[in-house]
């Protein structure tokens, strides 16, 4: 089939559809990256509205301890309370510029009788064990806390956890095991506490960074691929079309003058490269 029409082959409508298939898998995980951009931008602005915000009391913020609002995110709370030492627990995997280690979740008793837990901070996994060398205390009798609002975690499926451990922030843990109402929608990193406690206590959390990631230019790059796949199809056919027509004058003509393009750009260094193969056959 010479000229143009081979391009209304079976075949070349076979290639058009994948080409068509895997454009829209680009742009599905394009506008993936954008979601994924507006989420780390709401993630900023939350940071920016909340987080060095004055501490305000708890119930101010949920009123009820099942509640939560993404919108309270590192919001500043203020808590009076027990700390329930019996009921502390470490949650694994919870590495800390690149080294392996815990968080200590401590439940706070508050005033009113119900339980908030509240994220003492990391600690690095011993040089023995797979626990951390030591866990400081908190302070005895009541303290008054200061802590960001972060919402519970979710249960992983196949996950386990020695007695004493966790694999997750998941909240309903606590109220299984504390005869209290307790708080299953959010918890709280902490951000001070007084007393102070006799030892010092763990590692706080980072402060999260204002980043908007590389989403933006991984989403731009996948509607490049798309196109690059449309242009592939094109440089075939094109590749094809002169196979096919090669016979005919016309196209003789201009792959001559293609030649002779090629052939101009041509440096002395090719020239030369030229030479020294003929040389060594």
Same mark, same amino acid.
């Given at each position: 089939?010479?000229?143009?029409?081979?391009?209304?082959?079976?075949?070349?409508?076979?290639?058009?559809?994948?080409?068509?298939?895997?454009?829209?898998?680009?742009?599905?995980?394009?506008?993936?990256?954008?979601?994924?951009?507006?989420?780390?931008?709401?993630?900023?602005?939350?940071?920016?509205?909340?987080?060095?915000?004055?501490?305000?009391?708890?119930?101010?913020?949920?009123?009820?301890?099942?509640?939560?609002?993404?919108?309270?995110?590192?919001?500043?709370?203020?808590?009076?309370?027990?700390?329930?030492?019996?009921?502390?627990?470490?949650?694994?995997?919870?590495?800390?510029?690149?080294?392996?280690?815990?968080?200590?979740?401590?439940?706070?008793?508050?005033?009113?009788?119900?339980?908030?837990?509240?994220?003492?901070?990391?600690?690095?996994?011993?040089?023995?064990?797979?626990?951390?060398?030591?866990?400081?205390?908190?302070?005895?009798?009541?303290?008054?806390?200061?802590?960001?609002?972060?919402?519970?975690?979710?249960?992983?499926?196949?996950?386990? !956890?020695?007695?004493?451990?966790?694999?997750?922030? #998941?909240?309903?843990?606590? +109220?299984? &095991?504390? %005869? @209290?109402? =307790?708080?299953?929608?959010?918890?709280?990193?902490?951000?001070?506490?007084?007393?102070?406690?006799?030892?010092?206590?763990?590692?706080?959390?980072?402060?999260?960074?204002?980043?908007?990631?590389?989403?933006?230019?991984?989403?731009?790059?996948?509607?490049?691929?798309?196109?690059?796949?449309?242009?592939?199809?094109?440089?075939?056919?094109?590749?094809?079309?002169?196979?096919?027509?090669?016979?005919?004058? !016309?196209?003789?003509?201009?792959?001559?003058?293609? #030649?002779?393009?090629?052939? +101009?750009? &041509?440096? %002395? @260094?090719? =020239?030369?490269?030229?030479?020294?193969?003929?040389?060594?056959?």
């Amino acid at each position: 089939m010479k000229n143009w029409r081979f391009v209304f082959s079976r075949r070349w409508f076979g290639y058009l559809a994948v080409a068509m298939v895997f454009a829209i898998v680009c742009v599905l995980l394009s506008n993936w990256q954008v979601a994924r951009l507006e989420e780390r931008r709401l993630e900023n602005s939350l940071v920016l509205e909340n987080y060095e915000n004055e501490a305000i009391p708890l119930r101010d913020v949920l009123d009820s301890p099942a509640d939560w609002d993404d919108g309270v995110e590192w919001t500043p709370v203020a808590l009076t309370g027990t700390y329930l030492v019996d009921e502390q627990v470490l949650v694994r995997n919870r590495p800390r510029n690149g080294q392996p280690g815990f968080e200590v979740l401590t439940p706070l008793r508050l005033t009113d009788g119900s339980v908030f837990v509240v994220n003492r901070g990391w600690l690095p996994t011993g040089n023995a064990q797979d626990l951390p060398d030591m866990i400081p205390e908190p302070p005895d009798g009541e303290v008054t806390v200061t802590a960001r609002l972060k919402p519970g975690e979710p249960s992983l499926p196949g996950r386990t !956890a020695p007695d004493g451990q966790i694999a997750t922030v #998941e909240l309903a843990q606590f +109220a299984e &095991r504390i %005869d @209290a109402t =307790v708080f299953t929608g959010a918890y709280g990193l902490m951000a001070s506490e007084t007393p102070a406690p006799a030892d010092d206590r763990p590692l706080p959390a980072f402060k999260p960074e204002l980043s908007e990631g590389s989403h933006l230019s991984y989403a731009l790059q996948w509607i490049v691929f798309a196109l690059l796949g449309f242009a592939f199809l094109g440089y075939a056919i094109r590749e094809e079309y002169r196979h096919l027509n090669a016979d005919d004058p !016309a196209e003789k003509a201009r792959a001559d003058q293609r #030649e002779r393009k090629r052939a +101009a750009k &041509r440096t %002395d @260094a090719d =020239v030369e490269d030229d030479i020294l193969d003929a040389s060594l056959r």
